[in-house]
């Protein structure tokens, strides 16, 4: 049972959105409540509201019930509530915005589950009690037969001494395995997980073969007999006043009775050592036999099991005419076939249907050894053997089990059309048997899914899960249903609903875990470490549990494609890998293989991404000969060229641009195109001419890559900033060509895009103030450049050495223009924010020149000193000190040649 106040938190989260788009929430509605009790339980229903606010706790006895304000005639229906679950109700606490009830249950067996509907908006509570396992037998009259022996004037004979009574079994009858679950009294139908026409997704077919659905068990009869075997226990009478050797036995019997089993055989064995030849040796042998073969019930320690066995042959030898001997014949069969010792248990059988060929259970008898064939694999036989019991005298409800196993045979042999068709022959044959006939609405939907007839499947689940509702299948069958709309549609709110109900109505269920799983699996993304942690602690302790490796494999896809989704690319591929290794003779490594080559390219692609080329490369060199040796996988093929057109390894880019374009020109409008589309990231034919068209125009084949680029003809395939690069492209080629009226409208284009990114479109900026210089059109390109240097300081979105090159060519152009003071102003922020770099040497050496030609020798030098340091400073530095050395000479001989003319006076 889920805890009260996690379920009720999950159930309200679930139902908040759907009921505030159905009502809302200030809706003035007529508030009740209704009542309703039966055998099964009892339920309050709730109405008038679109989302109930509500907390129901369970403390001993009692529930403590907190819901909305009601209203007095609510609140007065419901306090007059009694029936065979509840004691009573009353008022714990009443304010304006909530009443608090305190319901007080009859005992503690009482359960309560509380969830949410729509359409109508209701709140249900429903009590149920949660009892042992109740099993529902066909029970004939019972017949006493009583052997009764005289007593012996001498020593006694293997006989039976001690009068011993033993009731007749019933005519066996199989039951359902059930599973003390919920019923839906609000949705008996299961109509809410009903597929219609119009949800039916062929997008979601497709994808859901990227899933993992196992095959689950299939629901074999059960017409082991065993029950009723050990149903007919004997017993032992023993005539009053026998004396006190009677009176111990009695105590004996009484704690046998009592079921205290180690108690017994420690009293036994003192009451042997004492009376070695007790009359009642019979009756204490047989109690022996009972005591360890009981035990070995309560424990499954196959000691008990051992001992026990040995003590009933024992006994078979030393009382052959006993009349337990059948009894303990037949118990020593079935306890071997439970053991499923298959090859003992069929001697067993056969040795008793020669003994005892009239003994009566012979019916029941053959169809244990058809068990015993079904379990050796021997299909043929098992078959004809209940063909047998199906054809002969014996009861019809043996009959019809009989042919209900010869469809489990069917179905273990995975023959599902043949399965399918001997079920429904054998409900047409025993129409009475339609309601006891589980395995048969279970396994023909199994072998339906099986075979890829899901919305058949559907219809028989949801078939079993109404005849059957309590059935211990019924958590596989309602998590195949949520399966089956996974595969069929995108409803994912009526597909989580599907796996929500089962873990609520069928919990701690194998099939009731992989649908929570499968929600967990969807949440990984969002979880935190140590919720992660938690799950996988789960996950293996289910594992280990599990007989079929198919439960591994589904759990590890499962937790995988979560750590996938995260992002945890490490994780998932330890995962994958790990399960390959030690699964080598799996039937499943394809997939794991196809599993691996999707996270290896998915790493290459965020490498890519993140400019990480050369660790893209050894990422796909080391793998290449190993997981994605077969790797039929589109988009790597692209991330791989694409890692080498970064590179400037462009041949071998064109070439793989090349096969691909063939790729995908071949597959347009077929059902692979679509397959591929969902299973992986297909490449659009677009952008692999878009980087065909770079790779070209890199490799300086303008015409080629002209010709790429054309192709584009829709452009909405394309991202922003794919659009952006190919007019990009486009306008670099018409440079090239020296068209540069049309790499103009190229570049304006770009420019006139608001969304244009700066990285995308600043080397078009300087190509096209390039174009404006060259056609002295200075205006036009200080305006372009004045863009490129917004970009700088208003976000620093492109490099240093853009910004550096566009106030460099702004100061080029006014420098030429004659405006010095401005260009001096560009050429002084370079040299004082940047220090290093060929155009910065350029710019130290000009703006030092600016000062020369203005005649401040002092300033000139000082711009000029970093020179000498400087990247490639030494030819600019030694011009640099020859004007300088040049104007220093000058300005002395200027000085003495204004001293001459006094000299020559003298």
Not at 312 to 318: G, H, Q, R, S
């Amino acid at each position: 049972m889920p805890n009260l106040s996690a379920a009720m938190n999950l159930t309200r989260r679930l139902c908040a959105v759907m009921a505030l788009l159905l009502l809302p929430l200030n809706s003035a509605l007529a508030l009740s409540a209704q009542l309703k009790s039966s055998a099964d339980g009892s339920q309050i229903e709730f109405q008038g509201r679109a989302l109930w606010e509500y907390f129901l706790d369970r403390k001993e006895k009692r529930l403590d019930l907190r819901i909305d304000d009601i209203s007095p005639e609510v609140t007065s229906n419901i306090l007059t509530w009694k029936d065979e679950f509840i004691d009573k109700v009353e008022v714990k606490q009443k304010t304006d915005q909530y009443v608090e009830f305190i319901i007080y249950l009859k005992d503690d067996s009482i359960q309560a589950f509380d969830y949410q509907m729509e359409s109508p908006s209701r709140l249900l509570i429903d009590l149920y009690k949660d009892k042992k396992e109740e099993k529902v037998v066909e029970v004939l009259p019972p017949k006493k037969v009583v052997a009764k022996a005289k007593k012996p004037k001498e020593a006694r004979k293997p006989a039976s001494e001690i009068p011993i009574a033993i009731d007749a079994p019933a005519a066996p009858k199989d039951n359902n395995q059930e599973f003390r679950g919920l019923k839906d009294g609000a949705d008996p139908n299961y109509e809410r997980f009903a597929i219609l026409n119009f949800e039916i997704s062929k997008r979601a077919q497709i994808a859901a073969q990227k899933n993992v659905f196992i095959p689950f068990p299939y629901l074999i009869t059960e017409t082991s007999f065993i029950k009723e075997i050990e149903d007919t226990a004997p017993v032992y009478e023993i005539a009053e006043h026998e004396g006190a050797e009677a009176e111990r036995v009695k105590l004996l019997q009484t704690v046998f009775n009592n079921k205290r089993y180690a108690l017994f055989l420690t009293g036994l064995e003192a009451f042997r050592k004492e009376l070695p030849n007790t009359k009642y040796q019979h009756l204490l042998r047989f109690m022996e036999a009972d005591a360890h073969y009981n035990m070995w019930k309560e424990t499954n320690e196959n000691g008990s099991y051992i001992k026990a066995i040995t003590l009933y042959k024992k006994l078979l030898e030393d009382y052959p005419k006993s009349p337990l001997y059948e009894r303990t014949r037949l118990l020593i069969a079935y306890a071997t076939l439970a053991k499923k010792n298959y090859v003992a248990a069929l001697q067993e059988f056969l040795s008793i249907q020669a003994d005892i060929p009239n003994n009566r259970f012979k019916e029941e008898v053959l169809v244990s050894i058809g068990d015993c064939l079904l379990g050796l694999n021997k299909f043929e036989d098992a078959i004809s053997t209940y063909t047998k019991v199906m054809e002969g005298e014996g009861a019809l409800q043996t009959k019809y089990k009989s042919a209900l196993k010869i469809g489990d045979v069917l179905a273990k042999q995975k023959n599902y059309d043949a399965t399918i068709d001997t079920y429904k022959k054998m409900l047409d044959r025993f129409p009475a048997s339609i309601n006891d006939a589980p395995n048969a609405h279970y396994n023909i939907a199994e072998s339906l899914f099986r075979q890829g007839k899901y919305l058949d499947a559907h219809k028989y689940y949801i078939e079993f899960l109404k005849r059957y509702p309590m059935h211990q299948h019924g958590g596989y069958a309602l998590n195949r249903v949520g399966e089956i709309l996974e595969i069929m549609t995108e409803n994912t709110a009526k597909i989580k609903g599907a796996y929500l109900e089962n873990t609520f109505r069928y919990n701690n269920t194998d099939g009731a875990f992989v649908s929570k799983l499968r929600i967990d699996s969807k949440n990984i993304p969002d979880m935190k470490e140590s919720e992660i942690a938690d799950l996988r602690e789960r996950v293996n302790a289910f594992n280990a549990k599990q007989d079929s490796p198919d439960f591994q494999h589904l759990t590890t896809a499962l937790t995988e494609e979560g750590l996938f989704k995260r992002g945890d690319l490490k994780d998932s591929l330890e995962i994958l890998q790990s399960f390959y290794k030690d699964n080598t003779t799996s039937p499943y490594l394809p997939f794991y293989r196809s599993k691996i080559a999707r996270n290896l390219t998915e790493q290459i692609h965020q490498d890519l991404n993140n400019k990480k080329y050369l660790e893209a490369l050894r990422l796909y060199g080391s793998n290449k000969a190993i997981w994605l040796r077969d790797a039929d996988r589109f988009d790597l093929t692209l991330y791989v060229a694409e890692t080498l057109e970064k590179t400037s390894a462009l041949e071998q880019a064109a070439k793989m641009y090349r096969d691909l374009v063939g790729k995908l020109q071949a597959i347009q409008g077929t059902e692979e195109e679509q397959k591929r589309e969902v299973l992986e990231n297909l490449p659009k034919l677009q952008v692999v001419n878009l980087r065909m068209g770079s790779t070209y125009y890199e490799l300086k084949e303008f015409e080629r890559s002209l010709q790429h680029l054309n192709m584009i003809e829709n452009t909405d395939a394309l991202s922003e900033d794919e659009n952006m690069e190919r007019i990009g492209l486009l306008a670099n080629v018409a440079i090239e060509k020296a068209e540069y009226e049309i790499a103009e409208g190229y570049l304006n284009q770009i420019i006139k895009t608001t969304k244009a990114l700066p990285e995308v479109v600043t080397k078009p900026y300087f190509k096209l103030a390039k174009i404006f210089r060259e056609q002295k059109q200075d205006q036009d390109a200080i305006r372009i450049l004045d863009k490129v240097v917004n970009f700088y300081e208003d976000s620093k979105s492109i490099t240093d050495e853009q910004y550096i090159s566009a106030l460099s060519q702004k100061a080029e152009i006014l420098l030429k223009q004659g405006k010095k003071e401005d260009a001096s102003k560009y050429y002084q922020d370079l040299v004082n924010n940047f220090e290093t770099g060929s155009e910065i040497t350029s710019a130290r050496y000009t703006l030092g020149n600016l000062f020369f030609e203005k005649g401040d020798l002092a300033k000139a030098e000082e711009v000029w000193m970093p020179l000498q340091t400087a990247d490639n400073g030494e030819i600019w530095y030694k011009l640099a000190k020859e004007k300088l050395d040049e104007a220093r000479w000058t300005d002395s001989y200027k000085k003495y040649l204004e001293r001459m003319p006094a000299s020559r006076s003298q």
